[in-house]
C-alpha cells in the first residue's frame, strides 16, 4: 500500500492537474461511467464534530475510493485545521486497499477545479472581471484556479466579515491582478463572473444585482439550509450542477426547486457540456449558474492524481499492509 502523507499534495498536485481530473471525472458521470455512492453525514455527538464518507466508482478511470473525514470546529485552537479529511484508494480488480491519500489540500483544490471547469464551458468567452464573494479559507483557491480560465484584468469582492477581505487582495495581487472592495450591487455591475464561496445560510447576492451575460459559480452550499444566491436568481438563470441529486436538496437550487421556481428537469450537468450533449450557455446575455456541491468522485480523481505523481516522482511511502 501506498501513503502520500498531506505535506507532499503541494508539490504534486497544482490547478491544472486538478482541474483535467476533475474535468475528466464530470464527463465520465454523465457518460454513466462514474457514479457517486450514498453520502454518510453525522454529527458523531462529542467534540462538536460532523463526520461522514464520501465514496464513488469511476469505471473509465478505474478509481474506487472514498474520503473521509469532516468538521471539527475545536481544532483551530489546536494549532490544526477545523476540515479534516483522508482519502482511501482500493484496487477496482481485487478490493485490496492501494493508497492514503492526504485529503486537506486536495478538497480545497477539487472544489476550486469544478468552479473552473464551469467558467470554461460556461462563462462568455470575452469575460474581463472576475467577482468574488466570499473571503474565507476557499476563496483563494477558488481566485487562482478561475483566473486561469479567461483573460481576467480585475477582481472584486464582496465579504460579509469586510475584515476578512484582505485575503483576495492579496491574492489578487500575487496573481498581477487589481482589487476592488466593492458593495453587492457594484460586485454585480462589473464582474462577468461570479464565484460565490460562503457558508451562509440567507442569500447574500439578489437577481436586481446581477447583469445578463453573467456566470455564477455558486459553490459553497454543501448543506440542507445554506444559501448564498437569492432563489429568483437561481430561476432566472440557465442552471448546471455536478450531481442533480445533490443539487435540488443541498445544494444552492435547493431553495428555488423547494419554492417551485425550478424544476429538477430544469438543471443539466456541467459533464453533459463537456460531453457536448448539452449546449451549455447559447447567448452572450444569458445567465448561466453552476451550482457545485461537491461529490465524492472529485475527490478520489484528485487522490488518484496525487498518487500517480507520488509514485513517478518518487515521494511515495510504500508500507506492507
Ligand atoms: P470559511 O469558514 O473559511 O469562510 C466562510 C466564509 O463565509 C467567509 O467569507 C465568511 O465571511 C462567510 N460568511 C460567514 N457567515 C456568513 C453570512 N451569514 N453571510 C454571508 N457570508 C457569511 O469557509 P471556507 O472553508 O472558505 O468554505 C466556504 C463554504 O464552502 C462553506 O460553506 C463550505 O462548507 C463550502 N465548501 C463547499 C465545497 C463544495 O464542494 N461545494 C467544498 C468545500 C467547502
Excluded at 466508482?57 to 476540515?83: C, E, I, M, Q
Excluded at 481485487?94 to 478538497?107: D, E, F, I, Y
Excluded at 469544478?114 to 464573494?133: E, T, W
Excluded at 440567507?202 to 455564477?216: E, K, Q
Aim: hydrophobic share 45%; charged share 20%; net charge negative.
Amino acid at each position: 500500500m501506498i501513503i502520500v502523507p498531506e505535506a507532499e499534495i503541494a508539490g504534486l498536485v497544482d490547478e491544472q492537474a486538478a482541474f483535467e481530473a476533475v474535468e475528466a471525472v464530470f464527463a465520465a458521470m454523465a457518460r454513466g461511467d462514474a457514479t457517486n455512492f450514498p453520502v454518510v453525514r453525522e454529527a458523531i455527538g462529542h467534540a462538536d464534530a460532523l463526520y461522514g464518507f464520501k465514496s464513488g466508482f469511476d469505471r473509465a478511470g478505474l478509481v474506487l475510493g472514498l474520503k473521509s473525514g469532516g468538521y471539527w470546529p475545536g481544532n483551530a485552537g489546536r494549532g490544526l485545521t477545523n476540515h479534516q479529511s483522508t482519502v482511501v484508494l482500493f484496487d477496482a480488480d481485487t478490493g485490496q486497499c492501494k493508497a492514503l491519500v492526504g485529503g486537506n489540500l486536495l478538497t480545497a483544490l477539487r472544489t476550486a477545479a469544478a468552479s473552473a471547469v464551469s467558467i470554461r464551458h460556461l462563462a462568455r468567452p470575452d469575460a474581463k472581471v472576475l467577482g468574488m464573494v466570499g473571503a474565507g479559507h476557499q476563496s483563494a483557491f477558488q481566485m487562482r484556479a478561475a483566473v486561469r480560465q479567461r483573460a481576467f484584468e480585475k477582481v472584486v469582492g464582496w465579504n460579509y466579515h469586510p475584515e476578512m477581505l484582505p485575503r483576495l487582495a492579496e491574492t489578487a495581487k500575487a496573481l498581477g491582478l487589481p482589487f476592488e472592495a466593492v458593495s453587492l450591487e457594484e460586485l454585480g455591475a462589473q464582474a462577468d463572473v461570479v464565484v460565490t464561496i460562503t457558508s451562509s445560510f440567507a442569500p447574500s447576492l439578489m437577481a436586481a444585482h446581477v447583469r445578463p451575460g453573467t456566470h455564477l459559480a455558486c459553490m459553497g452550499t454543501d448543506t440542507v439550509g445554506k444559501q448564498e444566491v437569492d432563489a429568483a436568481l437561481v430561476a432566472r438563470a440557465t442552471v448546471f450542477t455536478d450531481e442533480v441529486a445533490q443539487s435540488i436538496t443541498l445544494g444552492e437550487a435547493q431553495h428555488a426547486v423547494k419554492a417551485g421556481l425550478k424544476a429538477e428537469t430544469d438543471i443539466a450537468t456541467i459533464g453533459q457540456v463537456i460531453e457536448g450533449t448539452h449546449p451549455g450557455r447559447t447567448s452572450a446575455d444569458e445567465i448561466t449558474l453552476f451550482d457545485g456541491t461537491g461529490v465524492g468522485l472529485q475527490d478520489l480523481a484528485v487522490a488518484d492524481r496525487a498518487l500517480r505523481l507520488a509514485v513517478e516522482r518518487g515521494v511515495a511511502q510504500s508500507v506492507d499492509f
